[in-house]
DNA sequence: AAGTGGTCTAGACCACGGC
DNA sequence: CCGTGGTCTAGACCACTTC
């Protein structure tokens, strides 16, 4: 597998990303024909096998589709599925200018609830971070995280105005996130997240809870997010 | 191929519904070891990759956790992610009996964003079915099917009380559904819909909009509905 | 050390779409 | 008809976890 140990990563994701790239550069716009499974085997001298897990993988993020006895081309772009990604990623994959300010960046204690959802007992510490985000000057979101104070005590000096939470943890720390459990409602904003938003008291929003899982399979941050809904929609992809 | 002609099944789906008929039935609890990849393959007479295909698909489902060096376990049941299902999948997979009221059933015309979410003439007929969603006498949600009419008219005189929508469609008109793209937001009860749904008028309620495809790719059924959320909660899983 | 999942090969046949 | 994706084989090596 020589073409495996050019560097760490597998061949089947350099390919996604090949192909990510040109999505993203528009050599690819969509409606476009992404190359066969045949054609990206020949090109990246792997197997079938191999060229198709790529394209598996973007089909289920939804960068592309493929249609039996047609081929596989660019989706419209929707936004992407079903993938997480962190503010900063999402903004910058739309070309907008990710901008949030900082509310709160501190270890706190005697949150039971939030210490359960990561896995810990009642009462340990937990670095909680708040940043409202926005979109130029106009507030949209306000997001609440919290993690394992023991490890990650060190990220309340992180510079957040400028590096992303997911970098820093991957960087600082050497954690790879890997998925998340989300559960979403709708509630009424409180005085306090109504001023911060800019809207009525009572106003609906879009409530998110994530639990975002390592690699390892460890809870590492627990996000609470309330976002105004006109300005904010999910996305998803289910399949059957 | 033997094993794949003994009917049109996929050797790696029916691995998958005998896995999934163990888990349902309590064979198998969450947190119970379920066959490693090759001991499937040897079980069923299939190669590892395809044993594999088949535990990887449950994975994406939430159905089992995969720990790499360690083995495939049920996972606890936070209920199916990313699961395309419909209410009396949903109602009966958690041991509950669905219970719902049809307010309308009818054909109707002149819904141009309704038209063009199916990808239909602005006055295209559209057959719409309206129904309240109750566990047990209590209203929790409002759901409106739109499909077109030309292919789907009959559906009005189907028994939806009994039947689901979704059988019908695949029974009645061979049409198996594939995938839906979601738009969640929140938005308040106006007078009507708080009336049937049991809330105050101007509460936040969960909106969520879905246009499901068939296995042709084509959209077929449009569905507005609005869940109240203390009762009704949408769980997602989202990978990097 | 034994067993597990993750990646990969070099082919194969089928069903389907568009020409 | 040819090219496409969907399924499948019978192996292989690696990295990892558990013992």
């Known amino acids: 597998m020589s073409t495996n140990h050019r560097n760490g990563t597998p061949a089947y994701q350099r390919i996604q990303n090949a192909i990510r790239h040109r999505i993203e550069s528009s050599h690819l716009k969509p409606g476009d024909s992404v190359p066969s499974e045949r054609e990206l085997a020949k090109v990246h001298k792997v197997s079938l096998m191999t060229a198709r897990h790529a394209l598996v993988g973007l089909e289920r993020e939804g960068l592309v589709e493929r249609r039996r006895g047609a081929g596989t081309f660019v989706a419209t772009p929707k936004i992407q ?48 971070i708040e940043r409202l985000r926005l979109t130029g000057e106009e507030p949209f979101a306000l ?45 009424a904003a409180d005085g306090r997240v109504a001023e911060l938003l800019g809207v009525a008291q009572g106003y609906p929003v879009l409530r998110i809870r994530q639990v975002i899982y390592s690699t390892k399979g460890k809870a590492t941050i627990y996000v609470v997010g309330l976002y105004r809904s006109e300005n904010h929609r999910l996305l998803i992809r289910r399949f059957r």
Chains 1, 2 share one sequence.
């Open 143 to 187: 997001e609440a995280c919290h993690l394992p104070a023991g490890e990650f005590s060190e990220v309340v000096n992180a510079p957040l105005g400028r590096a992303s939470l997911f970098a820093t943890l991957q960087y600082e720390y050497g954690v790879e996130l890997a998925y998340a459990d989300e559960e979403v409602d709708a509630t």
């Open 81 to 128: 599925f079903n993938k997480l990604m962190s503010y900063t990623e999402h903004m910058s994959s739309r070309g907008l200018t990710p901008n949030s300010r900082v509310l709160v960046s501190r270890i706190i204690a005697g949150e039971p609830e939030v210490a359960a959802r990561l896995g810990l007992p009642p009462n340990s510490a937990l670095v909680k």
